[in-house]
C-alpha cells in the first residue's frame, strides 16, 4: 500500500514540476521574442530617422547654397518646397524612435537640431561646417543606438 502511495505522489509531483517548466520554458520564449521584435523596431525607427536626416541634410544644403549663390527666386522657392517637405517627413520617425526608445531621444533631438542648423547659415564655408556637424550628430545617434539595450 505504502509503495502505491509513494508511486502516486511520485506521479504527481513529476506532472506539476513538468507543468511548471514548460511554463517557465514558454514565459523565457515569449520575452525572449518580445526583446527581439522591440530591438527589430528600433533598430527600424533609427534606420528611418537617419534616412530622414539625410535626406532633410541634403535639401537644406541645397537651398542655402541656392541663397548663397545668389540663383533665381523660382529654384530657391522651389528647394524651400523640397525642404519643408523632407522636414515635415522627418516628424514622424523621429516621433516613433522617441516613443519606442526613450534613452535615444536626447541624441535624436540633436541630430533632428542639427540638420535644422544649416537654415540661414551667414556664407558657404559656414554652411559647410553645419553640414559636418550635422553629419555628425547623425552619426552619433546610430552609435548611441548601437550601445542602448
Same mark, same amino acid.
Given at each position: ?11 504527481? @509531483? ?15 520564449d $515569449? !520575452?525572449e521574442? $518580445?526583446?527581439?521584435? !522591440?530591438?527589430?523596431? $528600433? ?14 541634410? $541634403? ?11 545668389? =540663383? ?5 522657392r522651389?528647394? /524651400?518646397?523640397?525642404?519643408?517637405a523632407?522636414?515635415?517627413? *522627418?516628424?514622424a520617425? *523621429?516621433?516613433? *524612435? ?13 541630430? !533632428? ?16 561646417? @553645419?553640414?559636418? !556637424? ?8 546610430? /552609435?548611441v543606438?548601437?550601445? =542602448?539595450?
Amino acid at each position: 500500500m505504502w509503495t502505491s502511495l509513494i508511486a502516486v505522489v511520485g506521479t504527481l @509531483l513529476g506532472s506539476v514540476t513538468a507543468y511548471l517548466l514548460q511554463q517557465r520554458t514558454a514565459r523565457t520564449d $515569449r !520575452a525572449e521574442s $518580445r526583446a527581439y521584435e !522591440a530591438r527589430r523596431d $528600433r533598430v527600424a525607427a533609427v534606420t528611418a530617422l537617419t534616412v530622414a536626416l539625410a535626406d532633410h541634410r $541634403r535639401t537644406m544644403w541645397a537651398r542655402e547654397d541656392l541663397r548663397l549663390t545668389g =540663383a533665381p527666386d523660382t529654384e530657391y522657392r522651389e528647394a /524651400r518646397a523640397a525642404s519643408h517637405a523632407t522636414r515635415s517627413a *522627418l516628424t514622424a520617425p *523621429l516621433t516613433t *524612435l522617441v516613443i519606442l526608445a526613450p534613452v535615444l531621444a536626447d541624441a535624436a533631438h540633436g541630430a !533632428a537640431a542639427a540638420s535644422y542648423a544649416l537654415r540661414n547659415a551667414p556664407d558657404a564655408e559656414a554652411l559647410n561646417v @553645419l553640414r559636418l !556637424a550635422a553629419i555628425e550628430a547623425a552619426d552619433h545617434l546610430v /552609435r548611441v543606438a548601437a550601445t =542602448a539595450a
